[in-house]
């Protein structure tokens, strides 16, 4: 009857398990493609896969990852087990509800099961990080445990308990020796669901893990934004085919095992079950020598550490290593993919992070609110002697006095085109609205770069809170809406070098890079003007450890550090000394990194709107998302 | 420990703890969040706040996605199902390979690496382009999203449809055969019926986080299309609204809830 | 005798490489009941499947009335099968399990409730119609799956271990049923055991099959006192089976001594198997019987007491009426009608076919 395989039946597994392994495939090919940028392919390489054994964020988050999941898995499982057990003993009624209540966590959405947490942790003041990850994880583990030893339990008779308890064991004992043998085979399976599960979430963790602490998920999500460094992909590629040889092998040991049956029924059974624990056992020590690999930054915890919270790929990791070797402080490195997500967080723990770095208008927010501390001037000598005037100048537009932030990259926001894609030379922003282009813009997602655009094109104030001007502004985008491709944020680098998409808003520092990778791509500021805008290093008015982040800061202004920065994030430095070092004449002279004061005439600073105004613009970004 | 309701509570004071405090507390929470204001009086509005357009829209075109995704789930799956079901023997290991394995590549990886195969000069287009066939243009539409849905949330419809087909005895085929019916007969009046409870497990557990899913469409949709998980998911990391966020996420709640009774009632008639 | 209505020419069948059945040919006789006999993994069942369609032969022809079905789906097949475990369908009630097969039909909803009717009555469940199968205890499920059966008006029923999952009391109640059903229905049956008490006290003819092989075919009295066989001999009851040697005709030399017999035909001094039923050995005061023993064990079970003795070197299995205690010096006796001599199996294969320890 089941004797051969139909050919169509043949032909529809192999088309579901393409579909399955073609990502999978593309992603370890990516582990080993030279070059940075996921749309070319840069040679094979091996760099990636060495360079993991030094990048400690990724091996961090990969041993954070397995940490919570393994303790999550242990705990779950026995708290799961037990009241799988005595669940049993239970009334009908009282049962169905616990079971109605342990299942809420695995029917109800990811999404609610975060937020409610993360609420519960607010509220009750819990600190987020690796104890309250723990907690949400073996809380939506237990279910997946119980599911798998509530069905098993039912099945086993209780009268072999009995009789052991009538032979005069203790319960404990007799429960131990008649009924956990029967349920071995179902808490490992439970286990190991809990443990896959753990592994793969994303959302709940999201929702609840805080700031300076990352699962390789949360790493992953943060980093998608502006493309993940390959580094992730060698490390999937690796746990990948880690996972794969220890399948096939247990199925290989499994289907030796499996040809004895005939002979020897109970010895087959013992050889599975050992066979199960040899499995777990091996899974065990693989995570352990993964996490050994990474152990350092866990629970290495000291005093010496400074919680630093940055805009994503805006520094050179270098510089954290140097300034940790220099200092003795460890550096606890977080990255964001906009200010408003920023302010979010901080609004929410004002002490998750020491330092910041936002944009003007943020900082101007920040100081409005009472959120910032005031720099010791005796602290930070680099940063007053290093720094131009001119930038702490025009700085007071949104820090008067310069009290609270030392301005750290500046620069404009403009269009990055490619020359073969598009005609003629572009001087307007209206080219975002020209239908020809349908489906190659890309636009920022970012309300007040989006926002900037369209008031900047019909000559309004980028920082308009006139209600009138802003609703011509979302009309505007809502009708362009269908013409872009995208709202992404550093992506657009990406694209633009894979030849993605024709246009794309950037900022300045992007348009070296990017024009580096592809020489068909220019940078322009249109002649309606554009914002130009100076992100700098503040302090949190509730940070913990104060000396660190100046020292931190001031690190940042020495003018070797400021160039090799400078070199590696390609956004302009506001360092006068580092300027001069710059060796390459080409970018020195560059008015994209460093444009003339005519160009620079025409854009503006973003100021910060005001409750109100942020209210505004929240409206109608919302709308603007949510037109067809 | 078995007959003794008191012992087994002894036992189990572990779990009800933990499931009164994290499991039941928190929703609580997100109840007393969502109808209150800023000042911690009572109102509706966050809830009614689901017929603005922009979250109605969102609300919408996620249940279009997220529906329009379970069935396919569904009709991939069922054959599939049936496929393994049918050579026993194996399939164990095969479900494995193919889903559980997958599962240990990050999903948000996995998902991403969709964008490297749909996009305009992805890896697909490649192949077209190759052999000289019209490209696609997928990547940033709905369509993008759905197939990152259908891909995510495809092993958990055929988990259980699987387990619901292998659990038949053969002989209840057979007998529908002996009786008379033709193959398509007893697929109708037979296999299908009694693999109803799998199907509603598995429909849930595709439907549910299809339909609150934010990274997906964050991905694969290019931040264009606000789904209602984008939504909630922004009121508490963007706009840092506890209260609207909160209201929407008991929105969501109720189509869960929903889905619930749905299955809970043809569970019931299922055992009766 | 009444005609021919399912023939089997030439079957053969093998799953994996593994021969099942082996150039099985078999007869069925209208309005017989059939029960097909054997250990598990005898054939048996894969005979049964293959009448019933479920299962195509690799080699050979299924004749029903005079026509070649081998290959027909099914659901074409003018017979129906109970199936091991009942098979009823759990998602519908008893009424629409029974009227599964008539709705396929189309029939009439009026026809289909008297059907319905009929046939509850006829396994004596009616008021049953709205109940879900589970809620029916083993017994009364495979009697709805007689009645879904039945209602199609077969002409045979196969019935594939119908009473295997029941217990001893419910089993030996439902023989009667089935015997009853039977005379009631007019119709053949196929039955599939590997129970020989059940084969002895239901059928017609019985079909007794080891190893993809028929061993013997006749009725239960042929099957039982003339096994053919020592694996006939050994399956279908208890029996003392003993190597001997055909002295010549009428005379056995059974474990050195000689007995007469009332077999012929075997040659002279042929080594022979000779099978002797317990309840056929006698014990007798030593000097009265021809080997003497010693009883070494002894259980009283209702009818009878069960004893073991230890005669000739082999150890006598009796059953007897008369109590005789442990360490009884006494003689054994058999009358030549109750030896029953058989071929020794001529080649390794048919060794194969014969008894397992």
């Given at each position: 009857m089941n004797s051969k395989r139909h050919p169509v039946e043949k032909i529809y597994m192999a088309i579901i398990f393409l579909f399955m392994y073609a990502p999978i495939v593309t992603l370890i090919v990516l582990s080993f493609n030279g070059s940075k940028s996921r749309a070319k392919w840069g040679g094979f390489t091996m760099e990636w896969y060495a360079n993991l054994i030094h990048d400690s964020e990724v091996l961090n988050a990969m041993a954070n990852t397995l940490i919570i999941a393994l303790i999550a898995t242990i705990v779950s499982t026995l708290i799961g087990t037990a009241a799988s057990v005595a669940l049993t003993g239970m009334k009908r009624r009282t049962r169905s509800l616990v079971i109605g209540v342990t299942n809420i966590p695995m029917i109800n959405a990811d999404i609610v099961t975060g937020?409610?947490?993360?609420?519960?942790?607010?509220?009750?003041?819990?600190?987020?990080?690796?104890?309250?990850?723990?907690?949400?994880?073996?809380?939506?583990?237990?279910?997946?445990?119980?599911?798998?030893?509530?069905?098993?339990?039912k099945t086993i008779s209780p009268s072999v308990y009995e009789a052991a308890l009538d032979l005069g064991a203790e319960p404990f004992f007799a429960f131990r020796k008649t009924i956990l043998?029967?349920?071995?085979?179902?808490?490992?399976?439970?286990?190991?669901?809990?443990?896959?599960?753990?592994?793969?979430?994303?959302?709940?963790?999201?929702?609840?893990?805080?700031?300076?602490?990352?699962?390789?998920?949360?790493?992953?999500?943060?980093?998608?934004?502006?493309?993940?460094?390959?580094?992730?992909?060698?490390?999937?590629?690796?746990?990948?085919?880690?996972?794969?040889?220890?399948?096939?092998?247990?199925?290989?040991?499994?289907?030796?095992?499996?040809?004895?049956?005939?002979?020897?029924?109970?010895?087959?059974?013992?050889?599975?079950?050992?066979?199960?624990?040899?499995?777990?056992?091996?899974?065990?020590?693989?995570?352990?020598?993964?996490?050994?690999?990474?152990?350092?930054?866990?629970?290495?915890?000291?005093?010496?550490?400074?919680?630093?919270?940055?805009?994503?790929?805006?520094?050179?990791?270098?510089?954290?290593?140097?300034?940790?070797?220099?200092?003795?402080?460890?550096?606890?490195?977080?990255?964001?993919?906009?200010?408003?997500?920023?302010?979010?967080?901080?609004?929410?723990?004002?002490?998750?992070?020491?330092?910041?770095?936002?944009?003007?208008?943020?900082?101007?927010?920040?100081?409005?609110?009472?959120m910032l501390m005031k720099l010791d001037p005796a602290k930070i000598p680099n940063a007053l002697q290093y720094i131009g005037k001119q930038y702490y100048e025009s700085a007071t537009s949104f820090d008067p006095g310069n009290e609270y932030a030392v301005p750290y990259c500046w620069g404009t926001v403009g269009i990055l085109y490619n020359k073969t894609m598009?005609?003629?030379?572009?001087?307007?922003?209206?080219?975002?609205?020209?239908?020809?282009?349908?489906?190659?813009?890309?636009?920022?997602?970012?309300?007040?770069?989006?926002?900037?655009?369209?008031?900047?094109?019909?000559?309004?104030?980028?920082?308009?809170?006139?209600?009138?001007?802003?609703?011509?502004?979302?009309?505007?985008?809502?009708?362009?809406?269908?013409?872009?491709?995208?709202?992404?944020?550093?992506?657009?680098?990406?694209?633009?070098?894979?030849?993605?998409?024709?246009?794309?808003?950037?900022?300045?520092?992007?348009?070296?890079?990017?024009?580096r990778e592809n020489e068909n791509l220019e940078y322009?500021?249109?002649?309606?003007?554009?914002?130009?805008?100076?992100?700098?290093?503040?302090?949190?008015?509730?940070?913990?450890?104060?000396?660190?982040?100046?020292?931190?800061?001031?690190?940042?202004?020495?003018?070797?550090?400021?160039?090799?920065?400078?070199?590696?994030?390609?956004?302009?430095?506001?360092?006068?000394?580092?300027?001069?070092?710059?060796?390459?004449?080409?970018?020195?002279?560059?008015?994209?990194?460093?444009?003339?004061?005519?160009?620079?005439?025409?854009?503006?600073?973003?100021?910060?709107?005001?409750?109100?105004?942020?209210?505004?613009y929240n409206e109608a970004w919302k709308k603007v998302k949510s037109a067809d | 420990m078995f007959r003794d309701p008191k012992k087994a509570g002894t036992i189990a004071s572990p779990y009800f703890v933990w499931a009164l405090i994290f499991i039941l507390v928190p929703l609580a929470m997100i109840l007393w969040y969502g109808f209150t204001d800023d000042t911690g009086a009572f109102t509706a509005a966050n809830i009614a706040s689901i017929l603005q357009p922009e979250h109605a829209k969102s609300l919408l075109l996620a249940l279009e996605l997220s529906i329009l995704s379970t069935v396919i789930c569904f009709?991939?799956?069922?054959?599939?199902?049936?496929?393994?079901?049918?050579?026993?023997?194996s399939s164990q290991g095969i479900i494995t390979t193919i889903f559980i394995l997958p599962m240990w590549m990050n999903f948000l990886l996995r998902t991403f690496s969709w964008m490297t195969l749909l996009e305009n000069h992805g890896v697909i287009n490649g192949i077209l382009e190759f052999l000289h066939l019209p490209g696609i243009h997928v990547i940033n539409t709905p369509a993008a999203i759905v197939i990152g849905m259908v891909y995510n949330f495809l092993p958990f419809m055929i988990m259980p449809i699987y387990n619901s087909l292998s659990k038949i005895d053969d002989n209840v085929i057979n007998a529908a055969r002996d009786l008379g019916a033709n193959s398509v007969q007893t697929f109708l009046r037979v296999t299908l019926p009694l693999t109803v409870p799998g199907i509603i497990s598995g429909v849930t557990m595709v439907f549910i986080p299809a339909l609150t899913t934010f990274a997906i469409s964050t991905?694969?949709?290019?931040?264009?299309?606000?789904?209602?998980?984008?939504?909630?998911?922004?009121?508490?990391?963007?706009?840092?609204?506890?209260?609207?966020?909160?209201g929407l996420s008991i929105v969501l709640m109720v189509f869960i809830v929903i889905n619930m009774v749905v299955s809970a009632l043809s569970e019931k008639k299922d055992e009766q | 005798m009444s005609k021919e209505l399912i023939t089997l020419t030439h079957i053969s069948k093998s799953f994996d490489g593994q021969l099942i059945l082996d150039d099985l040919n078999l007869v069925i006789h209208e309005n017989e009941f059939v029960t097909l006999l054997g250990p598990s993994g005898c054939g048996k069942t894969t005979t049964l499947r293959i009448i019933g369609g479920f299962e195509t032969p690799d080699q050979g022809q299924v004749i029903f009335d005079g026509k070649d079905i081998t290959a027909l789906a099914p659901n074409k097949r003018q017979l129906n099968t109970v199936f091991?475990?009942?098979?009823?369908?759990?998602?519908?009630?008893?009424?629409?399990?029974?009227?599964?097969?008539?709705?396929?039909?189309?029939?009439?909803?009026?026809?289909?409730?008297?059907?319905?009717?009929?046939?509850?009555?006829?396994?004596?469940?009616?008021?049953?119609?709205?109940?879900?199968?589970?809620?029916?205890?083993?017994?009364?499920?495979?009697?709805?799956?007689?009645?879904?059966?039945?209602?199609?008006?077969?002409?045979?029923?196969?019935?594939?271990?119908?009473?295997?999952?029941?217990?001893?009391?419910?089993?030996?109640?439902?023989?009667?049923?089935?015997?009853?059903?039977?005379?009631?229905?007019?119709?053949?049956?196929?039955?599939?055991?590997?129970?020989?008490?059940?084969?002895?006290?239901?059928?017609?003819?019985?079909?007794?099959?080891?190893?993809?092989?028929?061993?013997?075919?006749?009725?239960?009295?042929d099957i039982y006192n003339e096994p053919e066989n020592a694996f006939v001999?050994?399956?279908?009851?208890?029996?003392?089976?003993?190597?001997?040697?055909?002295?010549?005709?009428?005379?056995?030399?059974?474990?050195?001594?000689?007995?007469?017999?009332?077999?012929?035909?075997?040659?002279?001094?042929?080594?022979?198997?000779?099978?002797?039923?317990?309840?056929?050995?006698?014990?007798?005061?030593?000097?009265?019987?021809c080997i003497p023993g010693e009883v070494t064990h002894i259980i009283f079970k209702g009818v009878h007491y069960e004893m073991e003795v230890q005669a000739g070197g082999f150890e006598w299995l009796v059953h007897s009426t008369k109590e005789s205690p442990v360490g009884s010096q006494i003689d054994i006796r058999v009358d030549p009608f109750n030896i029953q001599v058989m071929n020794k199996p001529a080649s390794e294969d048919e060794q194969a076919i014969g008894v397992e320890e």
């Open positions: 937020i409610s947490l993360m609420l519960l942790f607010k509220v009750l003041h819990f600190e987020t990080g690796f104890l309250t990850v723990l907690i949400a994880h073996i809380t939506f583990d237990i279910p997946y445990v119980m599911l798998s030893v509530l069905p098993r339990m043998p029967d349920l071995t085979p179902a808490i490992i399976s439970g286990a190991l669901m809990a443990f896959t599960m753990s592994i793969d979430d994303f959302i709940i963790t999201y929702f609840t893990k805080g700031s300076g602490f990352d699962t390789l998920s949360t790493k992953i999500y943060s980093e998608v934004k502006r493309g993940i460094r390959p580094e992730i992909y060698a490390l999937s590629a690796i746990i990948f085919i880690v996972v794969l040889i220890l399948l096939l092998t247990s199925d290989r040991i499994k289907a030796k095992a499996g040809k004895s049956v005939r002979r020897e029924r109970s010895v087959q059974r013992e050889k599975i079950r050992r066979i199960g624990v040899i499995a777990l056992a091996s899974g065990a020590s693989i995570a352990i020598i993964l996490m050994a690999l990474a152990f350092g930054g866990v629970f290495s915890k000291n005093s010496t550490q400074v919680f630093v919270y940055n805009a994503g790929e805006y520094i050179d990791p270098e510089v954290i290593e140097m300034f940790t070797e220099e200092t003795g402080i460890e550096v606890v490195y977080d990255e964001f993919e906009s200010n408003e997500i920023m302010y979010a967080k901080v609004a929410a723990d004002g002490s998750a992070y020491d330092v910041l770095c936002p944009s003007d208008y943020m900082i101007a927010k920040l100081i409005d609110n009472d598009v005609d003629g030379p572009v001087d307007s922003w209206d080219i975002l609205w020209d239908p020809k282009y349908q489906g190659e813009i890309l636009m920022q997602d970012s309300i007040r770069d989006a926002f900037m655009v369209a008031l900047a094109r019909r000559g309004y104030s980028i920082n308009s809170v006139d209600p009138e001007e802003i609703r011509q502004a979302t009309d505007d985008l809502i009708a362009q809406a269908p013409l872009v491709q995208a709202y992404v944020v550093d992506q657009v680098r990406d694209k633009m070098i894979g030849d993605e998409a024709a246009l794309g808003v950037i900022y300045s520092g992007e348009a070296i890079y990017t024009r322009v500021i249109p002649k309606e003007g554009s914002n130009v805008w100076i992100d700098g290093w503040v302090i949190s008015r509730d940070a913990r450890n104060v000396d660190n982040a100046l020292a931190w800061i001031d690190f940042l202004c020495r003018p070797d550090i400021a160039l090799m920065n400078f070199e590696y994030i390609t956004y302009s430095t506001p360092n006068v000394a580092a300027q001069e070092m710059i060796e390459d004449e080409d970018i020195r002279n560059s008015n994209v990194a460093f444009p003339d004061e005519e160009t620079l005439s025409r854009c503006d600073t973003y100021v910060s709107l005001g409750e109100d105004g942020d209210r505004l | 009709l991939l799956a069922y054959p599939l199902g049936m496929i393994l079901a049918k050579n026993k023997v991905m694969l949709g290019g931040s264009k299309i606000l789904l209602i998980g984008n939504v909630i998911e922004q009121e508490f990391t963007l706009t840092y609204d506890w209260h609207l966020g909160s | 091991q475990k009942y098979a009823l369908f759990t998602h519908m009630d008893i009424a629409d399990n029974i009227a599964f097969g008539l709705r396929i039909k189309n029939k009439s909803d009026q026809y289909i409730r008297d059907k319905i009717a009929y046939a509850l009555k006829l396994v004596n469940l009616e008021g049953y119609e709205h109940r879900m199968p589970d809620s029916l205890s083993g017994g009364q499920q495979q009697r709805i799956a007689i009645a879904r059966a039945i209602v199609n008006e077969p002409k045979v029923l196969l019935l594939d271990e119908p009473l295997g999952a029941l217990d001893l009391k419910l089993r030996q109640d439902m023989q009667y049923e089935l015997i009853r059903l039977k005379k009631e229905l007019g119709i053949t049956f196929i039955y599939v055991t590997h129970d020989q008490e059940e084969a002895l006290t239901m059928s017609d003819h019985i079909v007794v099959m080891n190893q993809g092989y028929i061993q013997q075919e006749g009725t239960p009295e001999a050994d399956f279908i009851g208890d029996s003392n089976i003993i190597t001997a040697t055909m002295v010549r005709d009428e005379l056995v030399r059974i474990l050195g001594v000689e007995f007469p017999c009332v077999d012929k035909g075997f040659g002279e001094e042929k080594p022979v198997d000779v099978v002797i039923r317990p309840e056929d050995v006698e014990l007798v005061p030593r000097g009265e019987g």
